[in-house]
């Protein structure tokens, strides 16, 4: 509940592009990581994700009023959104990966990463239509991956799938047509 409501008093006059609360994106990766039945810590670094970044709370009031384990995790967290990644070829975005799971130092920071990616993937229709295209290739070029690589088969398939969506509309709606069309010739099969 503290958590909670230090995240609500941070981010009260904030809203996401979409015109929703902000609040409503920290809630929904905690929720996601919830889902995923990880630990309450990782539910608390999710809800404080964004406050370093986008009030102006510092590290040092994040450590005073949660303990300095939650201060570097967040911390951790907002550091990987600083780094920048342009696309150049296989090996650039090899390099950057490791770059970002080396600059972890524990796992959960990589894993609210992965969550704060998949909410802003499920909510990119309020970006710009660029904005949306280049983050979607940063999603399959780097975060996708990531998941791959820590078995988190699930996150990875939906990453790929927002990813889809938004950078080959046309085939995203030519197979899921075709998707759609093998399910109802299955169930009538069922039904025989």
Same mark, same amino acid.
């Given at each position: 509940? $503290?958590?909670?409501?230090?995240?609500?008093?941070?981010?009260?006059?904030?809203?996401?592009?979409s015109g929703e609360p902000y609040l409503t994106h920290p809630a929904s990766v905690a929720w996601l990581l919830a889902d995923l039945r990880l630990d309450a +810590?990782?539910?608390?670094?999710? @809800? @404080? /994700? #964004?406050?370093?970044? /986008?009030?102006? +709370?510092?590290?040092? $009031?994040?450590?005073?009023e949660f303990g300095t384990e939650i201060g570097e995790l967040v911390d951790g967290v907002t550091k990987i959104g600083r780094h920048s990644y342009v696309r150049k070829d296989d090996a650039q975005a090899e390099t950057f990966r490791k770059m970002i799971l080396a600059s972890a130092?524990?796992?959960?920071?990589?894993?609210v990463k992965l969550a704060d990616r998949l909410h802003n993937m499920m909510t990119l229709g309020a970006m710009s239509t660029?904005? $949306?295209?280049?983050?979607?290739q940063e999603t399959l070029e780097i975060y996708a991956p990531i998941a /791959?690589?820590?078995g988190m088969a699930k996150v990875k398939?939906?990453?790929? #799938?927002?990813?889809?969506?938004?950078?080959?509309?046309?085939?995203?709606?030519?197979?899921?047509? !075709?998707?759609?069309?093998?399910? !109802?010739?299955?169930?009538?099969?069922?039904?025989?």
């Open positions: 509940e $503290r958590v909670w409501g230090f995240s609500a008093e941070m981010h009260k006059d904030q809203l996401r592009r +810590t990782c539910a608390v670094v999710a @809800l @404080l /994700h #964004d406050v370093l970044e /986008h009030t102006l +709370t510092t590290r040092e $009031r994040l450590d005073a130092r524990d796992i959960r920071v990589i894993l660029e904005a $949306r295209r280049r983050i979607s /791959h690589r820590l398939g939906d990453l790929e #799938d927002l990813a889809f969506f938004y950078l080959y509309p046309l085939q995203f709606a030519a197979l899921q047509a !075709k998707v759609q069309e093998k399910l !109802k010739v299955g169930k009538n099969t069922i039904r025989q």
